[in-house]
């Protein structure tokens, strides 16, 4: 598959993330208008948390929107380390939508393989089958992983299952989209921020199939960057 790939650079976080909502309230007016909803997988990180206070803060047509979560990781309810616990703090208490309308990861269970299946299952019953979602935020670590796609892991390899589980990484165990779910997304969209990811940007921009980030490929990429990640050689004059 041929990508459109587009980068857009703002001067600080909070500016990218601005513009980031911006772009989230802009996709989802144009995917509800086309089919009645609106299927966005959010992954986590700070600056994605200032972007999703944003969001909620723009008049959208909230209740034709379904929220899924890109990756988990394996820890209590209400935990820290939860993405699902900034997610309730930052969208789901300041935007008129419903905690149904929020699909989180059920990393509680004690059959983490069955409960990954059985969130397939879900993406199946929103997304279609196969599950197609309007729109995946995406985040690029230091190392260049993607969701919770790291470096040698097997969950790379994952081609029969949209959601998987990854080995321990950073001390706890993750449930994720993999590729196929990924890829298969009409738009993916990238919000990355701080100099420790320059070189890692730098790569995934040029589509380097030796990182993690760089195997994403679904037909629409929107970078969405700060001038610290980008580097010198991508600043604006």
Same mark, same amino acid.
């Given at each position: ?123 199946? *019953? ?32 994952? *081609? ?78």
């Amino acid at each position: 598959m041929t990508s459109e790939l587009s980068v857009e650079v703002s001067d600080t976080v909070d500016a990218v993330a601005n513009r980031a909502a911006q772009a989230i309230a802009a996709i989802a007016k144009e995917a509800i208008e086309a089919r009645g909803k609106f299927l966005f997988a959010v992954s986590g990180g700070h600056t994605p948390w200032l972007m999703l206070r944003e969001l909620a803060a723009l008049q959208i047509p909230w209740r034709s929107m379904r929220v899924f979560q890109v990756d988990e990781r394996v820890a209590p309810a209400e935990h820290a380390d939860r993405n699902l616990t900034h997610l309730k703090e930052n969208l789901l208490e300041h935007a008129p939508i419903a905690p149904e309308q929020i699909f989180a990861m059920p990393v509680e269970a004690k059959d983490l393989d069955r409960a990954a299946s059985e969130y397939a299952q879900t993406l199946q *019953r929103e997304c279609g089958s196969p599950a197609v979602l309007d729109l995946v935020h995406l985040g690029l670590g230091p190392d260049g992983h993607t969701a919770s796609l790291v470096p040698g892991d097997p969950v790379l390899n994952v *081609r029969d299952k949209d959601v998987a589980l990854s080995g321990p990484y950073q001390g706890r165990r993750r449930m994720t989209l993999t590729y196929p779910a990924v890829n298969r997304a009409r738009q993916v969209l990238w919000v990355v921020t701080g100099a420790e990811k320059v070189q890692m940007l730098d790569r995934l921009i040029h589509h380097d199939q030796g990182i993690p980030a760089g195997r994403v490929h679904c037909e629409k990429l929107l970078v969405l960057a700060d001038a610290a990640a980008v580097g010198r050689s991508w600043r604006r004059a």
